[in-house]
């Protein structure tokens, strides 16, 4: 089916009082809110297909055919709620769309069945999105009304979870590629760039850059060529809002590319991807595709002789190759390894011209900033950081997902309010920001409004949006250890303190997690000194350390040791584990009742810490055991637990 | 072997230019093709970009996507992202490494499983995360991870 270009500019340009009646039917239809046969969605995302969608996608399929059933059956992205998936949508003519948790592919017959009798299911109800002109259904909530949305500010995300990714007609029909169009038809390059810094957008990846004075810089280069390239790296682990976003509405990403490349004067951009983020790339290789055939890319777009061109690149995956001059080198087919600015980028990026690096979610903003104005941006979130923040939580809670607020909304309702806290009657410990060179954040400060500032006045640092939350399970030291190893793994080793500080932290760390293998001599000495080290070690890297892994490697070490030193004294001077995370310091026990004498553990234990006689209830001798847990491992009978 | 060198010569047809810029892209391609670089490829590319060898390794080993043995018949790959990490994946991976005496990047004997540790895959919501040749298995124990080894090593043996 060709699309009718016409008609799809003209829906995404005008307001719809400028439609005639079949131009509204078309874009009624268009957007679903006119449909004439049964419409089901199924969440394809990465975390929908992990928790089973495509076999949901299967049972779907085979529901129609076995029963003729005429439907139509689309593909989406996330809602947010990660731990919910998969998560299925259905419409019937007529009525409103509802959402379901969990549907795998056993429960799909009996939810068709239900629905299609125009009979709510018991159990697995989300919600219902309200349109005009659709009968809502009774007893069933209102999406917008459910704590996880009512608080939320979705901007950047409203049409995750509720349009077809796939579908570029839906996305126009939408008011999607509006503003691409105003931008070329209207605006001057340096006319793009004051609109965005009047908006007061900042770069969404953590450093909170003035975007429009970043493009300026680009702008004002003069160069024969300049490059755009989309920071779609996401290396964070723990993160994956820029995913979500390119799985969810990846045409919106595309057009504040070519906004953006635009502005700086580009007709080349590139989006530079985690060669794993597989979902992402097949919808926006499509993307590209079907805005090439429509003409909104390529040469002389919509006659205004303005071109450009957007590839992806799929990056080969390093923590580092984030960083946007590693990035840049391993576009350029190089290892990718930092180097030092300036020169920055916008001077002498790619290939040596001007580059400009955005993430994604700074990019997906603009759509909406161009259509509503500057004005209306800067009247969500704060004075100094204008917009809404998306985070990626996870860890110990009661709902995983993606949550997007206005800047300056406290922790507190974040994870309290909207998350539902750490969930199954546990306690909150304490957050940790920003993936593994991130805060930790005490409870304490959870009334602290989330923004740029704010939480630089604490000494904290916002990060991607990755929140990582911690109950009273989970040990700090470890989870510090855990990120220091990862770090260390993954430093490019270019520069000297950050290669060998992170390792020598990791040493440190573990040697705290563990039992000492003998109490005597030197060993003790040695821990303390070990922690004693740390903070000098801290400072070294951060000052001589030339890119923001060795920079900011330091960082979950510093703020424990400020918060959480308790729990490093615990470890260190009682050896225990306050939440009995650390394997090695756990002590061990031999319940007499289980125990049949058998020996294997006595025979097995490195310490010789276990004695007994045969046939008889073995045990462990406290001061030899150095917690290894061979015993538990081997015990055929479950005989041996731990305190 | 012959057939090998033919589908590397192939790979290299379609990268007609020879910049640099394509070295990443032509590994990515010959990754794709055979799930892992021989010798011989690097070899060749080398040759087709007029770089020598190790620095084509040299790229090559710098990026976690790039194995150099060959995968197993079951390719096992474990999340151990930060969430996974929560969710006891440290504990699943002790699990896996004793069930199959390999660690990460490496191949059993048999040529039957290798195993691969990735740092996120981006599922965090169902953490911890295990893939046997695509197939997901989310929350899981390791009970529950002992007992899928066996299942494919049982299907395996049919
Ligand atoms: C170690 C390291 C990793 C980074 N990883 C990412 C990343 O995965 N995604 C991203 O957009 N920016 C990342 N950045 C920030 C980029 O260098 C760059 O500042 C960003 O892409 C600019 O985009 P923005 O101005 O839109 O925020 C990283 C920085 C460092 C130091
Ligand atoms: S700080 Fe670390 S990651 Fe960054 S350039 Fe130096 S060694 Fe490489
Ligand atoms: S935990 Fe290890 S050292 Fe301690 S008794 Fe058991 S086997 Fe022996």
């Given at each position: 089916m060709r699309k009718d270009k016409a008609l799809l500019l003209k829906l995404a340009r005008s307001d719809r009082s400028g439609l005639n009646p079949d131009e509204l039917k078309r874009s009624d239809e268009l957007r679903k809110t006119e449909i004439s046969r049964p419409l089901v969605m199924v969440n394809s995302s990465t975390s929908g297909i992990v928790a089973g969608s495509l076999l949901t996608w299967k049972a779907v399929e085979s529901y129609a055919a076995d029963r003729s059933i005429e439907l139509d059956l689309t593909e989406t992205g996330s809602i947010g709620l990660s731990s919910e998936d998969p998560v299925v949508s259905v419409q019937i003519p007529g009525r409103t769309r509802i959402f379901f948790s969990r549907i795998t592919e056993g429960r799909v017959p009996s939810l068709l069945d239900d629905l299609f009798h125009q009979v709510v299911p018991d159990g697995n109800v989300i919600g219902q999105l309200l349109r005009e002109g659709q009968e809502p259904w009774e007893n069933v909530p209102a999406l917008a009304d459910l704590p996880f949305f009512a608080l939320q500010n979705r901007i950047v995300m409203e049409s995750c979870g509720i349009i077809d990714p796939f579908s570029l007609e839906e996305y126009m029909a939408g008011g999607g590629y509006g503003a691409f169009i105003r931008t070329i038809r209207s605006y001057t390059f340096s006319e793009v760039c004051e609109l965005v810094t009047a908006s007061g957008l900042r770069g969404r990846s953590g450093g909170g850059f003035s975007t429009g004075e970043k493009w300026k810089a680009a702008f004002r280069t003069p160069s024969d060529q300049k490059y755009l390239i989309c920071n779609a790296e996401e290396s964070d682990p723990g993160a994956f809002m820029d995913r979500t976003l390119m799985e969810g509405n990846p045409f919106q990403l595309l057009e504040g590319i070519s906004i953006a490349a635009y502005a700086i004067g580009s007709n080349r951009a590139y989006i530079y991807i985690r060669s794993e983020y597989k979902d992402a790339i097949r919808r926006i290789n499509n993307a590209i595709k079907e805005l090439r055939e429509i003409g909104l890319l390529g040469d002389n777009i919509l006659d205004s002789g303005y071109n450009l061109q957007i590839s992806l690149r799929k990056g080969p995956g390093a923590f580092v190759c984030g960083e946007e001059t590693a990035l840049i080198a391993s576009l350029e087919g190089k290892r990718g390894m930092p180097s030092s600015k300036p020169p920055y980028p916008t001077t002498s990026g790619y290939l040596g011209r001007p580059t400009v690096v955005n993430n994604v979610e700074t990019l997906s903003n603009l759509p909406g900033i161009i259509r509503k104005g500057p004005e209306w941006f800067r009247?969500?979130?704060?004075?100094e950081s204008p917009g809404t923040k998306i985070f990626s939580i996870s860890g110990r809670v009661a709902l995983s997902g993606l949550v997007e607020v206005p800047m300056g909304t406290s922790f507190d309702t974040i994870i309290n309010k909207i998350i539902g806290g750490a969930g199954r009657g546990r306690e909150l410990k304490a957050l940790h920001l920003g993936g593994p060179s991130g805060c930790m954040v005490p409870l304490?400060?959870?009334?602290l409004p989330v923004s740029y500032e704010a939480l630089k006045e604490k000494g904290l640092i916002m990060g991607s949006g990755g929140v990582l939350v911690m109950d009273d399970r989970t040990c700090v030291v470890n989870t510090v250890r855990f990120f220091m190893y990862y770090l260390n793994k993954q430093s490019c080793g270019k520069c000297i303190p950050c290669r060998e500080g992170t390792r020598r932290m990791a040493e440190i760390l573990a040697s705290i997690t563990r039992k000492p293998?003998?109490?005597?001599?030197s060993t003790t000495l040695e821990r303390f000194k070990g922690v004693m080290q740390l903070e000098s070690l801290a400072e070294v890297m951060k000052d001589t350390s030339l890119c923001g892994l060795g920079q900011n490697a330091p960082n979950p070490v510093v703020s424990t040791l400020k918060y959480f030193r308790h729990e490093y004294e615990e470890h260190i001077f009682e050896r225990r584990c306050p939440s009995n995370t650390c394997t090695e310091l756990r002590t061990w026990y031999i319940d007499v009742d289980l125990c049949t004498g058998c020996t294997v553990c006595a025979k097995k234990c490195p310490a010789d810490a276990i004695i007994g006689t045969a046939r008889h209830p073995y045990f462990i001798v406290q001061e030899k055991c150095i917690g290894c847990g061979i015993c538990y491992d081997v015990c055929k009978f479950s005989a041996v637990y731990y305190k | 072997m012959a057939d090998q060198a033919a589908r590397i010569e192939k790979i290299l047809h379609q990268f007609p230019q020879i910049k640099r810029n394509a070295l990443i892209p032509l590994l990515q391609a010959v990754q794709d093709e055979f799930g892992f670089i021989s010798e011989e490829a690097v070899a060749k590319i080398g040759a087709h970009l007029s770089l020598p060898t190790s620095k084509v390794y040299g790229l090559a080993t710098f990026y976690n996507q790039f194995s150099f043995s060959p995968r197993g018949f079951y390719h096992v790959v474990l999340c151990n992202g930060t969430s996974c990490h929560m969710g006891g994946a440290g504990d699943l991976l002790n699990e896996i490494t004793k069930l199959l005496e390999i660690g990460d990047g490496e191949t059993t004997r048999d040529g039957l499983f290798s195993l691969e540790v990735q740092?996120?895959?981006?599922?965090c919501g169902q953490s911890p995360v295990m893939s046997v040749n695509g197939t997901y298995f989310s929350g899981i124990s390791v009970k529950e991870v002992r007992e899928i080894i066996k299942q494919y090593r049982e299907d395996a043996e049919r």
């Amino acid at each position: 089916m060709r699309k009718d270009k016409a008609l799809l500019l003209k829906l995404a340009r005008s307001d719809r009082s400028g439609l005639n009646p079949d131009e509204l039917k078309r874009s009624d239809e268009l957007r679903k809110t006119e449909i004439s046969r049964p419409l089901v969605m199924v969440n394809s995302s990465t975390s929908g297909i992990v928790a089973g969608s495509l076999l949901t996608w299967k049972a779907v399929e085979s529901y129609a055919a076995d029963r003729s059933i005429e439907l139509d059956l689309t593909e989406t992205g996330s809602i947010g709620l990660s731990s919910e998936d998969p998560v299925v949508s259905v419409q019937i003519p007529g009525r409103t769309r509802i959402f379901f948790s969990r549907i795998t592919e056993g429960r799909v017959p009996s939810l068709l069945d239900d629905l299609f009798h125009q009979v709510v299911p018991d159990g697995n109800v989300i919600g219902q999105l309200l349109r005009e002109g659709q009968e809502p259904w009774e007893n069933v909530p209102a999406l917008a009304d459910l704590p996880f949305f009512a608080l939320q500010n979705r901007i950047v995300m409203e049409s995750c979870g509720i349009i077809d990714p796939f579908s570029l007609e839906e996305y126009m029909a939408g008011g999607g590629y509006g503003a691409f169009i105003r931008t070329i038809r209207s605006y001057t390059f340096s006319e793009v760039c004051e609109l965005v810094t009047a908006s007061g957008l900042r770069g969404r990846s953590g450093g909170g850059f003035s975007t429009g004075e970043k493009w300026k810089a680009a702008f004002r280069t003069p160069s024969d060529q300049k490059y755009l390239i989309c920071n779609a790296e996401e290396s964070d682990p723990g993160a994956f809002m820029d995913r979500t976003l390119m799985e969810g509405n990846p045409f919106q990403l595309l057009e504040g590319i070519s906004i953006a490349a635009y502005a700086i004067g580009s007709n080349r951009a590139y989006i530079y991807i985690r060669s794993e983020y597989k979902d992402a790339i097949r919808r926006i290789n499509n993307a590209i595709k079907e805005l090439r055939e429509i003409g909104l890319l390529g040469d002389n777009i919509l006659d205004s002789g303005y071109n450009l061109q957007i590839s992806l690149r799929k990056g080969p995956g390093a923590f580092v190759c984030g960083e946007e001059t590693a990035l840049i080198a391993s576009l350029e087919g190089k290892r990718g390894m930092p180097s030092s600015k300036p020169p920055y980028p916008t001077t002498s990026g790619y290939l040596g011209r001007p580059t400009v690096v955005n993430n994604v979610e700074t990019l997906s903003n603009l759509p909406g900033i161009i259509r509503k104005g500057p004005e209306w941006f800067r009247s969500i979130g704060t004075e100094e950081s204008p917009g809404t923040k998306i985070f990626s939580i996870s860890g110990r809670v009661a709902l995983s997902g993606l949550v997007e607020v206005p800047m300056g909304t406290s922790f507190d309702t974040i994870i309290n309010k909207i998350i539902g806290g750490a969930g199954r009657g546990r306690e909150l410990k304490a957050l940790h920001l920003g993936g593994p060179s991130g805060c930790m954040v005490p409870l304490d400060l959870m009334d602290l409004p989330v923004s740029y500032e704010a939480l630089k006045e604490k000494g904290l640092i916002m990060g991607s949006g990755g929140v990582l939350v911690m109950d009273d399970r989970t040990c700090v030291v470890n989870t510090v250890r855990f990120f220091m190893y990862y770090l260390n793994k993954q430093s490019c080793g270019k520069c000297i303190p950050c290669r060998e500080g992170t390792r020598r932290m990791a040493e440190i760390l573990a040697s705290i997690t563990r039992k000492p293998a003998d109490e005597e001599g030197s060993t003790t000495l040695e821990r303390f000194k070990g922690v004693m080290q740390l903070e000098s070690l801290a400072e070294v890297m951060k000052d001589t350390s030339l890119c923001g892994l060795g920079q900011n490697a330091p960082n979950p070490v510093v703020s424990t040791l400020k918060y959480f030193r308790h729990e490093y004294e615990e470890h260190i001077f009682e050896r225990r584990c306050p939440s009995n995370t650390c394997t090695e310091l756990r002590t061990w026990y031999i319940d007499v009742d289980l125990c049949t004498g058998c020996t294997v553990c006595a025979k097995k234990c490195p310490a010789d810490a276990i004695i007994g006689t045969a046939r008889h209830p073995y045990f462990i001798v406290q001061e030899k055991c150095i917690g290894c847990g061979i015993c538990y491992d081997v015990c055929k009978f479950s005989a041996v637990y731990y305190k | 072997m012959a057939d090998q060198a033919a589908r590397i010569e192939k790979i290299l047809h379609q990268f007609p230019q020879i910049k640099r810029n394509a070295l990443i892209p032509l590994l990515q391609a010959v990754q794709d093709e055979f799930g892992f670089i021989s010798e011989e490829a690097v070899a060749k590319i080398g040759a087709h970009l007029s770089l020598p060898t190790s620095k084509v390794y040299g790229l090559a080993t710098f990026y976690n996507q790039f194995s150099f043995s060959p995968r197993g018949f079951y390719h096992v790959v474990l999340c151990n992202g930060t969430s996974c990490h929560m969710g006891g994946a440290g504990d699943l991976l002790n699990e896996i490494t004793k069930l199959l005496e390999i660690g990460d990047g490496e191949t059993t004997r048999d040529g039957l499983f290798s195993l691969e540790v990735q740092s996120c895959i981006g599922a965090c919501g169902q953490s911890p995360v295990m893939s046997v040749n695509g197939t997901y298995f989310s929350g899981i124990s390791v009970k529950e991870v002992r007992e899928i080894i066996k299942q494919y090593r049982e299907d395996a043996e049919r």
